[in-house]
């Protein structure tokens, strides 16, 4: 299997448009200079640092403090920049952890999305049942950590109206996905909740086409690309921190604005 990513490359800051707000706020914070003391380090991530002097528990913590700075800083209501239909690519640029010959076409008839958790209908749903939810466009930047990125318009019911459909308990701190290939995914309940958070049907208006996630995908406008899992097969809201597929290997849970 190739590397589906360079290895622990930044992005290239001029294309994380999308990013630079948290970067800035993160930078007069000083966080991004390594300045923070064990002292400060352990207040502010809430747990003892020092204690058993690992650098593992080290790294848990810095890697928790970014989660938590990313999640105070993000702004609920603010929107990400959105563009007009010329600049939108066709067809999107494929990825995923592994070749495009690889995929597996869901079959859509078949398909139902399964609910578990913290919802208080947890009835399976069809394609036919999602398409008659409202329905809304955004066109936004997918920009994955590989360090490119394109204009994307994606369309289909928005994560909040679908949560508050299905009885979702949303205090609840995590939105869990799993998917036909195995890729398991999460976001945090309030970029869940945020207005451009899409569980996408469709790409330029036409109905999601494979390789890009038939029949359901998340879109999201404040994550990077990873953090949109395509071909969604179940989602579970749940206050057990999910991980995910590549978080689980080092990348920066939150990753969003
Ligand atoms: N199910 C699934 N979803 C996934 C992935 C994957 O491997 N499997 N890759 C992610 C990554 S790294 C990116 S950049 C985007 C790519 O989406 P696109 O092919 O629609 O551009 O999908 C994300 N969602
Ligand atoms: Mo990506």
Known sequence: ????????????PAILDNHRPLI????????????????????????????DGSIEAALRAVSSLND???ALLFDPN????????????KPPR???????????????????????????????????????LPERETIVRHVCVEGWDYIGQ???????????????????????????????????MATALHPQTLLATKYAKE??????????????????GFKNPKWITAIEVTNVYPGGYWEDQGFNWFSGI
């Open 94 to 132: 494929f990825n995923a952890y592994y070749d495009v010959e690889d995929v597996k076409p869901v079959n859509g008839d078949a398909w139902r999305l399964e609910l578990a958790g913290l919802i208080a209908d947890k009835r399976p749903w069809t394609r036919q049942q999602l398409a008659e």
């Open 68 to 70: 938590r700075v990313q």
């Open 154 to 188: 994606w369309s289909g019911v928005p994560m909040r109206t679908f949560l508050e459909r299905i009885g979702a308990d949303l205090r609840a701190k995590y939105v869990a996905f799993k998917c036909y290939d195995d890729y398991p995914s999460s976001i945090d």
């Open 207 to 224: 109905t999601l086409a494979d390789p890009f996630g038939y029949p359901l995908r998340l879109r999201t406008s404040t994550k990077l």
């Open 24 to 51: 800035r706020s993160m930078q007069r914070r000083g966080l991004l200079r390594g300045g923070l003391s064990l002292g400060a380090l352990t207040m502010l991530t809430g747990c003892d640092v020092g204690s």
């Open 1 to 12: 299997m190739r590397s589906p990513f360079r290895p622990a490359t930044a992005p290239d």
């Open 78 to 89: 603010k929107l990400a920049p959105t563009y007009p239909e010329s600049m939108v690519q």
